[in-house]
């Protein structure tokens, strides 16, 4: 038996990303990038300077909050 919870959520909490109507991740560059792959083949490196290259706005919230959750699972991996 599966328990499903539904959840309203605002913001991007870590590890989670709601819908943010508009503002769809799905066809920006650096998500299609990173999206098709696994966690072990990302240089972490590169992912950071891609990650540094972005300008803040309100249209790049979301790519950012993903591209940290991405981040930080890339960090568990190669952790010692």
Not at 22 to 45: D, F
Not at 49 to 70: F, K, N, P, R
Request: hydrophobic share 50%.
């Amino acid at each position: 038996m599966k328990v499903i919870f539904l959840v309203d959520m605002a913001g991007f909490p870590t590890f989670w990303a709601a819908s943010t109507g508009r503002y769809s991740i799905k066809t920006h560059p650096l998500y299609i990038k990173y999206s098709n792959g696994t966690l072990g083949l990302i240089n972490p490196v590169e992912l950071k300077q891609d990650l540094g290259g972005i300008i803040l706005t309100e249209d790049t919230a979301a790519i950012v909050q993903w591209m940290s959750c991405v981040l930080n699972a890339v960090n568990l991996i190669n952790a010692p």
